[in-house]
Nanobody, 114 residues
């Protein structure tokens, strides 16, 4: 059974940083395309960042240059480093295994506010 568990969310001031983690079990992370999504209050879920099995990455335009997706194969963990956070980054952030046996994590709240 595939399981994804996110952590690292919280309250941060504008301009601050957070690092989200997604620990995977039941899969080998490096064999899977993975992604981070977010759902802002009152809005639909949206793709934030994607990493392929080969390590290629893609980002939504609004986070380019501020967010970095990565993975640690030894720890079977994916990360989202978020810098220069803005109030509009406030959302519940989810990690997802893409493709076959697609699986969502439970989400972690990120609130950017002064």
């Amino acid at each position: 059974q595939v399981q994804l568990v996110e952590s690292g969310g919280g309250l941060v001031q504008p301009g601050g940083s957070l690092r989200l983690s997604c620990v995977a079990s039941g899969i080998i992370l490096s064999d899977s395309a993975m992604a981070w999504y977010r759902q802002p209050p009152g809005k639909q879920r949206e793709l934030v960042a994607f990493i392929s099995t080969g390590g290629s990455t893609n980002y939504r335009d609004s986070v380019k240059g501020r967010f970095t997706i990565s993975r640690d194969n030894a720890k079977n963990t994916m990360y989202l480093q978020m810098n220069s956070l803005k109030p509009e980054d406030t959302a519940v952030y989810y990690c997802k295994k893409e493709g076959s046996r697609a699986t969502w994590g439970q989400g972690t709240q990120v609130t950017v506010s002064s």
